[in-house]
């Protein structure tokens, strides 16, 4: 029961962030969401501090568990085409509570030392994913040069992911994925 109620005020937390930004993610604001008292959030995630770890361990959790989902879907593409697709299909995988929570942990990283190795971590393993498929489509090219392509499709993945909440125009996306194959087109030549 613990486990699961810590979980409901976390989501909340989440979608605290996602509308107030961390700082106006209040205890106030996260019990009112979490339909508990405030003290309850003490017993369940302790300080502040302990908060933000927790948070930290939930968001980061949550996006290892997408990108292992991805991984194991992108284990059955076989043409560059399909990872382009696999990634922007994905694009409404990731809440945008959720990223806007991710967002706003990397922003307040600098202040928060022991948030950066998860984060980073988190991330890397998306990178990964994307960078180990690029490499079993394209074995006879330098790792430097699939990195660096990987890299230009995550970012693109997340620009995308970054402006879900204001539902871009069609046309972004659309965008995206053109330059997103243009990229993908230099590991041809």
């Known amino acids: ?40 959030l003490r017993h369940y995630l302790g300080n502040r501090e302990q908060m933000i770890a927790s948070l930290t361990r939930y968001v980061t959790e949550r996006f290892t568990r997408e990108t292992r989902e991805l991984e194991a879907e992108l284990a059955s593409t076989t043409t560059p085409t399909d990872l382009i697709d696999m990634i922007f299909l994905s694009q409404g995988a990731s809440e945008a509570d959720l990223f806007l929570a991710y967002q706003a942990l990397i922003v307040a990283a600098d202040s928060n030392p022991g948030m950066r190795e998860p984060l980073v971590d988190c991330f890397q393993q998306f990178l990964d994913a994307i960078e180990n498929t690029l490499q079993r489509y394209y074995p006879r090219i330098p ?15 997340m620009s995308m992911d970054g402006f879900m909440p204001l539902n871009p125009p069609k046309q972004w996306e659309q965008d995206l994925r053109a330059a997103a194959a243009m990229l993908m087109a230099t590991l041809d030549s």
């Open 143 to 157: 790792a430097q040069r699939i990195r660096a392509v990987s890299q230009g499709l995550a970012a693109m993945y």
């Open 1 to 40: 029961m613990q486990a699961q109620r810590s979980e409901e005020i976390l989501a909340a937390y989440v979608r605290c962030i996602a509308r107030f930004g961390l700082e106006g993610a209040t205890q106030e604001r996260i019990a009112d969401e979490a339909g508990v008292k405030r003290p309850m």
